[in-house]
């Protein structure tokens, strides 16, 4: 039997996030939390959370810098999550959830707060670069969420070895803006975005010889799908939305696992990801809700 591909997720925004919970609040008060936590978030994170439930062997690689880094890396090694981070001197995100308690008499939408985006330097871009680079062949590389500094002469080399990752492992792409464009010129074997990103390449279905597959969500509308078949739509359960955060990172861990270590076609590995986006999003946290009925 052939060994499963390691899957390797890029955060390249990571975020130390706060949790503040309430009974109730209101803007322009002061106001006293009744829990707090801590986690890390970004992309990559959440999508190598949802692979490690899923059994796939996988490691977060990331940017970290600062005290707020620090508490990132000292968290994901207390939780023995698989990761690799390039320490750089620009200071990790700081980010602050705001959400009422289960039982609150007048539940608010959870709210994200999120600091100034932190590009990593160019130091730890090589460090990154030369990782990738030392990693055998047929390895999968999920890109996933914003890349600040991107367009940088200091992201050359790692822009250069994503390229020939192409050549010889999987790529799948979940960004947006110039990466995104940048990536779609590579024609990687999965993009994964929503709609409001595919607009923003001018796009309303994709140009020929870009990617292998296609996945475009729509929130609670019908999801996109595009490959070598053609275009057809599958749409998602209905469900009580609870919390939306972590939700399509939920939909690409499932679809890497379907496609690249199952070996499902993508109509199969999408009917697999959408319960389980759905079910994300009716529970609170991120990869932490219970399994889907069968159908």
């Known amino acids: 039997m052939t060994a499963s591909p390691t899957v390797f997720t890029l955060t390249g925004n990571l975020l130390a996030e706060r949790t503040l919970e309430f009974t109730g609040w209101s803007p322009g008060r002061t106001q006293r939390a009744v829990r707090e936590s801590f986690q890390v978030g970004g992309k990559g994170i959440n999508v190598a959370k949802m692979l490690a439930r899923l059994g796939v062997p996988v490691t977060a690689l990331g940017f970290a810098g600062g005290p707020t880094g620090e508490e990132c890396e000292a968290w994901l090694v207390r939780q023995r999550f698989a ?11 700081a980010g602050t959830v705001v959400r009422t308690a289960a039982d609150a008499a007048e539940p608010r939408p959870e709210t994200t707060f999120l600091g100034p985006d932190a590009p990593p330097d160019a130091t730890a871009v090589r460090a990154c670069a030369d990782f990738l680079d030392a990693q055998p062949a047929g390895q999968v590389l999920a890109l996933c969420g914003s890349l600040p500094g991107w367009a940088g002469d200091s992201f050359a080399p790692l822009r250069d070895a994503l390229a020939r990752w192409r050549a010889r492992g999987r790529l799948v792409v979940d960004t947006y803006g110039p990466p995104l464009a940048w990536c779609v010129a590579q024609a990687p074997d999965l993009i994964k975005i929503n709609a409001q990103e595919m607009a923003g390449l001018g796009l309303s279905a994709p ?6 597959r296609w996945v475009v969500t729509d929130g609670p509308n019908p999801v996109r799908l595009w490959d070598s078949t053609g275009y057809r739509s599958l749409r998602p359960p209905e469900v009580r939305e609870l919390s939306p955060t972590g939700s399509g990172d939920v939909l690409l861990a499932c679809l890497i696992d379907a496609l690249f270590r199952r070996d499902q076609t993508l109509d ?8 389980r986006a759905a079910a994300n999003a009716a529970h609170p946290g991120i990869a932490e809700f219970p399994e889907p009925a069968e159908t």
């Open 83 to 93: 990761h690799r981070l390039f320490r750089t001197t620009t200071a990790t995100r």
């Open 268 to 275: 199969e590995a999408v009917a697999f990801a959408l319960p």
């Open 207 to 212: 140009a020929p010889g870009t990617a292998t």
